[in-house]
């Protein structure tokens, strides 16, 4: 089997997911086209910006997400845009799926309850039509305050007890523009996320910014690093950052192409990962944006594999590293880990010689 086709089979795991940035171009094409029949005169100048410029400048980047706010600010756009995403990844042989998003509030169209029970809805029903686990994280962004944070933390706890939901949120995260806020700020808004037991997967260092990882990293709080480009002491971190998460085994949920393509990682073979695995720390391979970077999480995974020269076991130790970094109990890991064990096993010596 070629290696492409190879990252295609290998049965994944996907932790690093936001889901407005997930929608795939055939569905953002079907919702301008909803708005058009809507009369909504803003589609056709984000039609052309969408099917025009795929290209990833940070500004096209941001005009990108701009859109797709837009199109998604109703509760049947919100529905199908969960599904689609969710069936893409199945498709993808995606076996379990940590999908995050921010909880939304649009005035006269939906508060942050009936945007976060929809996507639930939706996921549920995805799950019925496609071999795939999802979960979900509910997203703090760090740009929209303290307050908004423990807002977003309470619509959590309501799912605490609710009797189909109360399985599928596992936990929150954080993230946001880096250079917006202090993460400090919130860490007694997370103190109290973990005491109330939700997993915490916060984006940490995607920028410079030692004082701020540290006290985060410090805290005890983190149960996984998303990024954290600026951390190992080889790639503009510090000794102290890196003998941190070390001691405390952090595993990093790791997007190649959102690196690059947004210019924190000079080039492919510059990345983090590659620094990371000579340590064998625990990374996990994900897309974070996989509409906007244009990619999949195979996509990402041959990436890696060509740039790094990844073995077929070091692709396979990389599928069960997911499987251990995953938001879920014992038992629900062990059973996910059977799955995944036995269709890597199926896979063994079917990959061509690189
Ligand atoms: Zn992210």
Redesign the pocket.
Known sequence: MELLDYCRSLPKVEL?A?LNGSLSDATVLKLLSAKKQQGDDFSASAEHTHTHTHTHTHTHTLRMFRILHSITDNLDAVRTITQDVIQEFASDNVKYLELRTTPKNIPNKMTKKEYMDTVLEAAVEAMKKSNIRVCLLLSIDRARGVEDAWSTLQLAKEYLTHDVFGSLVCGLDV?GNPHSGDLKDYLPVLQEAQKCGFKLAV?LAEVSSNTETLAVLNSGLVDRI??GTFIHSDTGGSEELHTVVRKQNLPLEL?FS?NIKLGTVKNASHHHLGFWKKENHPVVICT??KGVFATSLSEEFFLCAQTFHLTEGELHSLCLSGVDAAFLSQVEKQRLRQEVQKELDSLKGKLACQ
Do not use: T
């Open positions: 690093h936001h993230s984006h998303g990024h997007c959102s974070d944006d």
